[in-house]
C-alpha cells in the first residue's frame, strides 16, 4: 500500500504542476477578443506553441499514465477519492508559485478533503481481508 500512495503522490504534484502550468500559460496567451474563427484559431496557434501550455499538458497526460497504473492495482473506490488530494497540492501551488491568495475558506474546504481522503485510506486498513479457497485443498475438502 505505501509504494502506491507514494506513486500516487508523485502523480499528484505532477498533477498539481500541470494544472499550475496550464493557468500560466493560458494567462500568457490572453483571452479571446471577439468570437470569431480567426480569434480562436490565433488562441489555439498560441496555445499550440507555449511552453508553459505544452509543458501542463504533458505533465496532466504523465498523471492520467500514473492514475492508469494506479487503478489496475487497487479498487477504484480507494484511489479515486485519495486523488482528492491534489486539490491540497493545487492549492499549495497556487499560494506559494502562483502567488494567488487562498483564503481561510479555502483552506477549511481543503482540511475537509483531506479528512476525507483520510477516512477513505483508513477504510482500507479497516476492511476484513478477502478470504480464499486454498490450492492445496482437495475438491472432497472444499464440500
Known sequence: MLKLVLILLVGLVLEAMGVVLLAHGLHEIGEARRLSVSEVTRLVGRGLTNRHILLGVAFEAVFFGILLYLLSQKDVSLIWPLT??????????????????????????????????????????????????????SPADRS
Open 84 to 137: 482528492s488530494l491534489g486539490f491540497v497540492i493545487t492549492a499549495f501551488a497556487a499560494k506559494f508559485i502562483r502567488h494567488e491568495e487562498v483564503t481561510a475558506l479555502r483552506w477549511g474546504g481543503v482540511a475537509l478533503i483531506v479528512l476525507g481522503a483520510s477516512l477513505v485510506a483508513w477504510s482500507e486498513h479497516a476492511k476484513p481481508a478477502r478470504t480464499t479457497p486454498s490450492a492445496s485443498l
